[in-house]
T-cell receptor
Framework: DAKTTQPPSMDCAEGRAANLPCNHS???????VYWYRQIHSQGPQYIIH???NNETNEMASLIITEDRKSSTLILPHATLRDTAVYYC???????FGDGTTLTVKP | DSGVTQTPKHLITATGQRVTLRCSPR?????VYWYQQSLDQGLQFLIQ???????AKGNILERFSAQQFPDLHSELNLSSLELGDSALYFC???????????????FGSGTRLTVV
């Protein structure tokens, strides 16, 4: 399985937007991009997914580049409870990479 | 409560032993996935079942096996346990095989296995 590429760690100030990038250059034309997060030792939680258009839900926004080779997950107003490991994965793949550890600081 | 039920939550056993982990998927979900997460490691995909049939295999050891029953619950069997098998084991379910846009995985809260 091709793996996505994410920075290993990021910091964000509480109340500010957190922008988490992901490269998925091998994604197929009909595959969705999925984002999940895992708060320490809990089961991963689905956040959002998208194909071509930008998506928004109550948790986050997802911006996908026109060539679909990368995407950015946006948490508009990060809170301390958003501290977690964030994973992006290509549609049909079951493999999670190492993700990005986001630390939200007061 | 995610709707995916894993039992037991904690399990302590000795090396060489065999254990069975159980997963009940969210109502309506046909696909079940098993993952292993060792301490401070990422999620390692083990195996996937869809409607009772094995669909995909990841880095699953020969000492490990799984199955999905007609009522769609799944069991992961771990035998000849070693200290290195100590980990969190997560089950996830989805309506259809992952990636079709119908929504993502729903994960259970995991089984923490400690081999002593």
């Amino acid at each position: 399985d091709a793996k996505t590429t994410q920075p290993p760690s990021m910091d964000c100030a509480e109340g500010r937007a957190a922008n988490l990038p992901c490269n998925h250059s091998t994604i197929s034309g009909n595959e969705y991009v999925y984002w999940y997060r895992q708060i320490h030792s809990q089961g991963p939680q689905y956040i959002i997914h998208g194909l071509k258009n930008n998506e928004t839900n109550e948790m986050a926004s997802l911006i996908i580049t026109e060539d679909r080779k990368s995407s950015t997950l946006i948490l508009p107003h990060a809170t301390l409870r958003d501290t977690a490991v964030y994973y992006c994965i290509e549609g049909s793949k079951s493999t999670f990479g190492d993700g990005t550890t986001l630390t939200v600081k007061p | 409560d995610s709707g995916v039920t894993q039992t037991p939550k904690h399990l302590i056993t000795a090396t060489g032993q065999r254990v069975t982990l159980r997963c009940s998927p969210r109502s309506g979900d046909l696909s079940v996935y098993w993952y292993q997460q060792s301490l401070d490691q990422g999620l390692q995909f083990l195996i996937q079942y869809y409607n009772g049939e094995e669909r995909a295999k990841g880095n699953i050891l020969e000492r490990f096996s799984a199955q999905q029953f007609p009522d769609l619950h799944s069991e992961l069997n771990l035998s000849s346990l070693e200290l290195g098998d100590s980990a969190l084991y997560f089950c996830a379910s989805s309506v259809v095989p992952h990636g079709t846009g119908a929504g993502g995985y729903t994960f259970g809260s995991g089984t923490r296995l400690t081999v002593v």
